[in-house]
T-cell receptor
């Protein structure tokens, strides 16, 4: 069965609004979760590493004030795209690692964000 | 530093014929290597992983990959393609940033399976 649950699977929002994406670890407690972004016909790009109880670690070039990450519990991480613009339209995927590990291995089904 | 190169952006095979998806990696130490499959608008599913055990790794759905250190390759194969194998495939190498593992993705290979 699924290890990672991501919600919503698809969202359309207006420019300037904020959107929250949830990522839940179903089978185990995850101290570390990862957020990726995928543009059409391209590979996945790591955006940030979400750490339970502490600040997320963002990759170079990713705006932390635009992509807010909260990892308040061992089973839930959220990504909020603030003041969304059409160029934020993309496929966002979260992942969690193995038990006791801190490398991403199990992926959610992704969220297709369309900003109009 | 780690990197991964998928040599073909698009592979087309006929149903029932063998599949070969090529991947070369670069790593300053013994890497962990993975193959993932992604169907349209879906997340990624792990096909198989190599973590310094047996060099020939068997995965799900009849796929397997062989780790060849001398060639720095980790090609994915399947003896007989099925229509349901049509998808995007990613070769991935693990890297490290501080004490957190990171996955470094190849650019992906689109597998087309013709009837």
């Amino acid at each position: 069965g699924a290890v990672v649950s991501q919600h919503p699977s698809r969202v359309i929002c207006k420019s300037g609004t904020s959107v929250k994406i949830e990522c839940r670890s179903l089978d185990f407690q995850a101290t570390t979760m990862f957020w990726y972004r995928q543009f059409p016909k391209q590979s996945l790009m790591l955006m940030a590493t979400s750490n339970e109880g502490s600040k997320a670690t963002y990759e170079q070039g990713v705006e932390k004030d635009k992509f807010l990450i909260n990892h308040a519990s061992l089973t839930l991480s959220t990504l909020t795209v603030t003041s969304a613009h059409p160029e934020d339209s993309s496929f966002y995927i979260c992942s969690v690692g193995e038990v006791g590990g801190n490398s991403p291995l199990h992926f959610g089904n992704g969220t297709r964000l369309t900003v109009t | 530093a780690q990197s991964v190169t998928q040599l073909d952006s698009h592979v087309s095979v006929s149903e029932g014929t063998p599949v070969l998806l090529r991947c070369n990696y670069s790593s300053s130490y013994s890497p962990s290597l993975f193959w993932y499959v992604q169907h349209p608008n879906k997340g990624l599913q792990l096909l198989l992983k190599y973590t310094s055990a047996a060099t020939l790794v068997k995965g799900i759905n009849g796929f397997e990959a062989e780790f060849k250190k001398s060639e720095t390759s980790f090609h994915l194969t399947k003896p007989s393609a099925h229509m349901s194998d049509a998808a995007e495939y990613f070769c991935v190498v693990s890297g490290w940033s501080g004490n957190t593992g990171k996955l470094i993705f190849g650019q992906g290979t689109t597998l087309q399976v013709k009837p």
